[in-house]
């Protein structure tokens, strides 16, 4: 072992601006896939945050009594489809319409408690179900009008899942990107010492002896360059951290409910990056060995 390891040495050592060439490339390729799982995730996260927060208001006729409304109230909170139901009574409304325009005394003055409708706030588990449930409440007695931000919602779903896909496919191309650069690397240093593997094989040296130090090669680049990547990733989580970002956590769109700290998330994908290093670094490796030294 404490020979392969020396090979291994050697062969950075004469490869040497190759060498740091092939890290920074893979550094930068780790460093965009860190930064696409933290988009990803952040996007999905903020997606799921409007969802959570994605409601139906429903709006009562003036001269609905508020005893019908408190009624309707505990009816519909027993519906499974729903999360929550919040009641704004008429002074209710008067007070938040104050508060949005209290810069604007003229308008105040000319709105009173009286005008403003009562209303319920709605918010459902499921964002899917805000629209039959806004079609429902249309044709309760008493009910003025109903509303929910539908297309806001659907847009922002959209450009998520856009970003969720391309994400993905950017992943999976940086993942080759990897894969090609640990190939040319170990390729290269076979070619440049072609003569001398030869010569290590004449003098009775095994196939393990000589590939071996190729192969760990191809690891070493994998592991320092996605290591690298993944101490600037913890940074990130660290910042995140310091500025509050993320309070709730970070989840992804196809995990149930599981929200994770920034500053947690960056060190379980600091692991993910390095593993993937790794094992890049040993495929790449592993079939630059195998194709271009034929024993």
């Not at 409708?117 to 007695?141: Q, Y």
């Not at 390095?274 to 670094?281: I, N, R, T």
């Amino acid at each position: 072992m404490g020979k392969i390891w020396k090979n291994l040495k050697a062969n950075l050592r004469r490869e040497r601006l190759l060498t740091i060439a092939n890290i920074f490339v893979m550094t930068i390729t780790f460093l965009l896939l860190g930064t696409l799982i933290f988009i990803i995730s952040g996007s999905q996260t903020a997606l799921r945050y409007l969802e959570e927060q994605a409601q139906i208001t429903v709006f009562f006729k003036d001269d609905f009594p508020e005893e019908n409304i408190l009624t309707f109230k505990s009816q519909i909170e027993g519906d499974q489809r729903i999360s929550g139901v919040k009641y704004v009574s008429k002074n209710d409304a008067f007070e938040i319409f104050s508060q949005l325009n209290k810069d604007e005394p003229v308008l105040l003055e000319n709105i009173s408690p009286n005008i403003l409708p009562a209303s319920l706030e709605v918010k459902a588990l499921n964002i899917g179900d805000l629209d039959t449930l806004a079609d429902e409440f249309s044709t309760v007695d008493g009910v003025e009008e109903v509303r929910f931000f539908e297309d806001i919602i659907e847009r922002f779903k959209f450009w998520s899942n856009v970003i969720y896909i391309i994400g993905f496919v950017l992943v999976g191309v940086f993942a080759i990107i990897s894969y090609a650069v640990i190939m040319a690397t170990v390729r290269a240093t076979i070619h440049s010492k072609g003569i001398e593997l030869e010569i290590m094989k004449l003098v009775g040296a095994s196939n393990s002896y000589v590939k071996n130090p190729l192969v760990y090669q191809g690891i070493f680049l994998g592991v320092v360059s996605s290591t690298i990547a993944g101490v600037a990733m913890i940074l990130m989580g660290a910042i995140m951290k310091f500025n509050n970002m993320f309070e709730q956590g970070l989840t992804f769109g196809f995990l149930p409910r599981l929200y994770v700290q920034p500053f947690v998330f960056s060190l379980i994908l600091f692991i993910v990056l390095v593993l993937s290093g790794c094992f890049l670094g040993l495929l790449g490796s592993y079939t630059a060995v195998k194709r271009y030294l034929k024993y």
